[in-house]
């Protein structure tokens, strides 16, 4: 089994898994439910993601961890933009 | 250094990612904003990444990602409840 296809896909899907969560806030211009303590808890929790693998030396979990912190500054900006 | 501390970190703050979004729908009783499709494309995801992680032979992996995937139903259920 070409177990870096599943790597890829799983990667693929947490590391733009709140780009929906941006796109609705763009949409509706309202964040009044989305929680920013776990858009921050993430950020933490990426960031120590990805000093993991490079422990591991696992480019995948380095990577995705990467871009999913990307998204997340993305996700915080449009918060306070819309958080009313 | 002490990597496995990192690891134990990095999945406590992912693992439990979703809780303060739960612990915000439970108390607003709204969950109009959040994004449905984050979640489940979170779900899917750390299911692939569970998988993933039994292929590295990675107890950290699969353990945080399998809890997650509960906090992940739990968001689901209350977002079907609160989604008005």
């Not at 858009?39 to 990426?46: I, N």
Request: without cysteine; charged residues 10%.
């Amino acid at each position: 089994m070409e177990w870096y296809i599943i790597g890829i896909l799983a990667a693929l899907l947490t590391t733009f898994g709140f780009v929906p969560q941006i796109l609705k806030m763009i949409n509706t211009r309202s964040a009044k439910d989305v929680s920013i303590v776990t858009l921050y808890q993430f950020s933490a929790g990426v960031i120590l993601w990805a000093l993991y693998g490079f422990h591991l030396r696992d480019h995948i979990i380095i990577a995705a961890n990467s871009i999913t912190l990307i998204t997340l500054a993305v996700a915080i900006g449009f918060y306070h933009r819309y958080d009313r």
